[in-house]
């Protein structure tokens, strides 16, 4: 029924009230939701404002998000949209992740580690003092000259 009807407020809400009867939770998961800012068809208030209401008013819908913004950001970054001032995400409650302990660290490297060679994972998990993103992009850096051939000069001018 929802997609004959283009996922309208109206189907979408029977939906829902239908999931929380059965004791259905649907989880939305939405990482770097900051880039949501910059899409030209998403950043807009019908967008923000129907994710608010749906995840408001439905308790078979949860919302996670991630993001490098904080709510603050993106408060500020959505306010043109909001003609009665209250800001989109004040039904979000926001999450500040640290750098993950220590057992935690080598198991984001652990799948490559071989491939890095015997003391880079060290090296990568010590440079990014636990943080995850961190841990990614030095070991993404690291793994190029592993499994791509190297740049000659003379082929980086061509």
């Not at 998961?29 to 404002?49: I, K, Q, S, W």
């Not at 302990?101 to 990568?124: H, K, M, N, T, Y």
């Not at 690291?142 to 051939?149: A, C, D, E, H, I």
Request: aromatic letters at 10%; one cysteine or more; glycine letters at 6%.
């Amino acid at each position: 029924m929802c997609v004959a009807n283009d996922f309208g407020a109206f189907v979408l809400e029977r939906l829902f009230a239908q999931m929380n009867v059965e004791k259905w939770r649907l989880v939305l998961l939405l990482d770097e939701f900051d880039t949501l800012l910059c899409h030209p068809t998403l950043n807009c208030a019908e967008f923000f404002g129907s994710l608010r209401s749906v995840v408001s008013r439905s308790r078979s819908v949860a919302l996670v998000i991630a993001s490098r913004q904080s709510l603050a950001v993106l408060n500020k970054s959505t306010s043109e949209f909001s003609r009665t001032g209250s800001p989109y995400f004040n039904f979000l409650d926001e999450i500040t992740l640290g750098p993950l302990p220590g057992p935690r660290r080598g198991r984001i490297v652990a799948p490559g580690a071989r491939s890095l060679q015997r003391r880079r994972p060290r090296f990568i998990l010590g440079a990014a003092g636990g943080h995850p993103y961190f841990v990614q992009a030095a070991a993404s850096e690291l793994w190029m000259p592993v499994t791509k051939s190297k740049t000659t000069p003379e082929s980086a001018v061509s």
